[in-house]
């Protein structure tokens, strides 16, 4: 059969990268796609700038529009990021029945219900593994590798900026500002890092995952998001005191009554493997009612982990080409007629264990006071802390966990604990979660 032609919008660190893995591992993919495969057509913004791809036979423009449009390209790919222009030249693809691959959670999240419509309604798909985790083919894994399972709930360190900065606070316990500054030396954090470390990009990427993993529609407006720039070195140290790790942790729990969605800072028990990711790995876990739970691990970003995952749905969108497409797999795991739109549990409804620190007064009477509040609020005490005072100014550091209770209560159990005077500063609460089944 002849060759597949490929339509490359951005040809960026990651653009390069797939052109790279495409190159090298060209007469392997073949054999796995049963034809092979060539990129004829990129769009980059500067022609000038050097590339760290061969450009043999590649045809270059400044206009992406150009490369949809171009008869000769039988499947776009999608890498520039951002909601325009791509919104608009994917849309314009897929009108032209074009198979779209891209890696932009942000779009995915915000517009995917739309994109998944007009596919299906032009017999062509979007294609959208590389948008999660990096290299981690963890939407195959849910999507068809975990078919056979009632998915209960996942959690997942799914930003690597985050899960880096945290874990450089615990092992050398310096300041988040500190190691922020470290993480945009190194390329790991952007100029402007608000959507890494404000939960904002890990929220795309869980919008996604419960979608697969329930069968719902794409409701990233719906999703709790908590980010980690109010973190104090102190609280990290404390969780380790306790034997816990904080995880910047995106959490889907489905329920009777509806679904959780919410991206905040997590203990995690020690011992648990998702406590042990570190650096800027992702790392997912999936609790299915048959298989129990499984973890997926490994680069969450990077030219070619990511390359590897656009990789992989380009071999699959060419071996469907021909198929008709009512028998591809759908874009949410389940047929288009048949996803549900399960309700949206607010966070207050929410049960999770809770790490509470205060700063107190060091007098008489403090922890009885704290203890009363805790108690008429039906509040259990699982472990606590007491620090010593500070000598310059009296205050004194508790810290405390307690047994899972809903978050509207937590919530009236820190506004009375806060109107109280021997209590100095807003009280620091981070949520607990034992990740077991």
Partial sequence: MPPVRVGLLGLGTVGGGVVNVLTRNAEDLARRAGRRIEVIHASTRNLAAPRICPLDGLLLTTNPMEVVENPDVDVVIELMGGMEPAGQLIRRALALGKPVITANKAL?????????????????????????????????????GLSGNRIEWL????????????TAMRDEGRTFADVLTEAQILGYAEADPTFDVEGIDAAHKLTILAAIAFGMPLKFDSVYTEGISQLQTEDVRYAREFGYQIKHLGIARRHDTGVELRVHPTLIPERRLLANVDGVKNAVLVWGDAVGPTLYYGAGAGAEPTASAVVADLVDVVRTLTADPTHRVPHLAVVPDQITDLPILPMDAVETGYYLRLTVQDQPGVLANIARILANHGINIEAMIQKEASPETAHLPIVLMTHPLREATMNAAIQALEALDTVCAPVVRLRVESLAG
């Fill in 108 to 144: 995915i999240a915000h517009e995917g219900n739309e994109l998944f419509e007009l596919a299906h309604a032009n017999g062509t798909v979007v294609a959208f593994e590389a948008a999660v985790a990096g290299g981690i083919p963890i939407i195959k894994a849910i999507r068809e």
């Fill in 155 to 166: 959690a997942g360190i799914i930003n690597g900026t985050g899960n880096f900065i945290l």
